[in-house]
């Protein structure tokens, strides 16, 4: 009787350690990573995707590394990296060839500003000055030539340095390195506190802030993954435009700023994001266009069926 007891003793103790083990098994979250290409505001979709659980309800756990845009294509199509989210230096990458696929848009339209030391009062002040820029061609040098020639200034009237991401353009405007810098929230209003002029801005026409791109060979074999990361981004966006305070209370935790900084961002950047994640063709067909490459069909450029997948489980009606 007693070898009795002590064997349904070890049976129960057996079938709890295997209840215990399939629990664990159940909690194991999916690793999937994105490179961004600086620490900015702008993380904020994923940052609350993050923090309220929105990842890991899908069942993904996510890695964040920063990376130079130039690099961000490399790494997608190399596979060290599932998801990117450079705009300019990707897309041209696209155009060029590489297997990618823009998949969402977190923003149509960066809200950049020139910023200028203080001596500069105007534009065409700046003839023969420095400006500085994150890489030759990309997205903020990009505007800021959109924002000189709408004040009427050629940008050819300018230097161009190559210096890098935003938060190293706004030292070295600080320090003298640059005149001049285009730069979005919140590094304009740190710069204006400090007495730096801004001399133009936002832009009329601008280009995508941040978005989510993936390579092809990703998102072939990956299809649920890629649609699980969208929801949760989708559902990211709706929390934000839906809590303020609660949003800059993140930024506050994100970046060491100001709380009218963190405001500053969102009521510049962040409520100017996409309901959706979508951008039209028209829309794609145009930036193809200003950024000087050959053209694509559209379908080797953008797949946006996932983002409408997601879209329709969460109970989105697209904007467009």
């Not at 848009?105 to 910023?115: A, R, T």
């Not at 030759?136 to 004040?151: F, N, T, Y």
């Not at 730096?196 to 092809?216: D, I, K, R, Y």
Request: net charge positive; proline share 5%; with cysteine.
């Amino acid at each position: 009787m007693r070898n009795r007891q002590v064997l349904f003793i070890a049976l129960l103790a057996a079938c709890a350690q295997m209840a215990n083990g399939l629990g664990h098994a159940a909690e194991v979250l999916q690793k999937v990573r994105f490179v961004h290409a600086s620490r900015s505001n702008s993380m904020a979709p994923k940052l609350i995707a993050q923090s309220k659980g929105f990842f890991r309800a899908e069942g993904l756990e996510t890695e964040m590394i920063q990376m130079n845009p130039r690099l961000a294509s490399v790494a997608l199509v190399s596979g060290e990296a599932a998801f990117g989210d450079a705009f300019t230096s990707v897309f041209r990458g696209i155009l060029q060839g590489m297997p990618i696929k823009l998949v969402f848009v977190h923003q149509k339209k960066g809200p950049y500003f020139l910023m200028a030391r203080p001596e500069f009062k105007d534009v065409q002040q700046l003839k023969g000055k420095k400006l500085g820029v994150a890489t030759l061609r990309g997205s903020d040098h990009l505007v800021a030539e959109e924002l000189l020639q709408a004040k009427g200034f050629n940008p050819a009237g300018v230097q161009v340095l190559a210096i890098g991401d935003a938060a190293t353009r706004f030292q070295s405007l600080s320090s003298g390195v640059v005149d001049v810098i285009a730069v979005g929230t919140p590094h304009d209003l740190l710069l204006r506190q400090k007495g730096f002029s801004t001399l133009a801005g936002p832009p009329e026409v601008g280009l995508p802030g941040a978005c989510v791109f993936t390579p092809e060979r990703y998102l072939r074999e990956n299809p649920q993954t890629v649609r699980k990361v969208l929801k949760a981004l989708l559902r990211a966006h709706q929390y934000i435009f839906e809590n303020r305070q609660e949003t800059i209370q993140t930024l506050l935790r994100w970046l060491p700023q100001t709380p009218e900084v963190a405001s500053h961002s969102y009521d510049f950047e962040l409520k100017t994001m996409t309901h959706d994640g979508l951008m039209t063709d028209s829309e794609l067909d145009a930036l193809m266009v200003r950024l000087g490459e050959k053209k694509r069909p559209l379908d080797e450029v953008r797949d946006f069926s996932l983002a409408r997948q997601a879209m329709k489980e969460l109970g989105v009606n697209s904007k467009e």
